[in-house]
């Protein structure tokens, strides 16, 4: 499950909260509530840049209900190319979710 939000504001994955040090400057986890259940092989995406992101969020009126199936996904974003000033290698912030137990 991932929901907003516990009383400090913070998103939780599967009942745990999860620090995210990556957010955009300024920007809350979320700015609305929401509670879903994320289906077997199917994976729920949130932009680092919460008020400017058509994310899972955005999408859950739709087919899926926001979630998008394994087999969408074609590959990974490892790098910033454009513009050219913001070039950077990306980066998992892997202890962010060390804390999150597994799905029921």
Same mark, same amino acid.
Request: glycine residues 10%; proline residues 11%.
């Given at each position: 499950?991932?929901?907003?939000?516990?009383?400090?504001?913070?998103?939780?994955?599967?009942?745990?909260?999860?620090?995210?040090?990556?957010?955009? &400057?300024? =920007?809350?986890?979320?700015?609305?509530? #929401?509670? !879903?259940?994320? %289906?077997? @092989? $199917? +994976?729920?995406?949130?932009?680092?840049?919460?008020?400017?992101?058509?994310?899972?969020?955005?999408?859950?009126?739709?087919?899926?209900?926001?979630?998008? &199936?394994? =087999?969408?996904?074609?590959?990974?974003? #490892?790098? !910033?190319?454009? %513009?050219? @000033? $913001? +070039?950077?290698?990306?980066?998992?912030?892997?202890?962010?979710?060390?804390?999150?137990?597994?799905?029921?």
């Amino acid at each position: 499950t991932v929901e907003c939000c516990d009383d400090s504001g913070r998103i939780l994955v599967n009942g745990q909260p999860v620090d995210e040090p990556y957010l955009y &400057p300024g =920007d809350a986890p979320s700015s609305r509530e #929401f509670s !879903v259940t994320v %289906p077997q @092989d $199917h +994976f729920w995406f949130m932009g680092d840049h919460r008020s400017n992101s058509q994310d899972s969020r955005a999408q859950q009126g739709g087919p899926g209900g926001g979630s998008v &199936p394994l =087999d969408n996904i074609v590959g990974k974003a #490892f790098l !910033v190319m454009w %513009p050219l @000033d $913001h +070039f950077t290698v990306l980066e998992t912030p892997s202890d962010a979710f060390s804390d999150v137990p597994e799905a029921p």
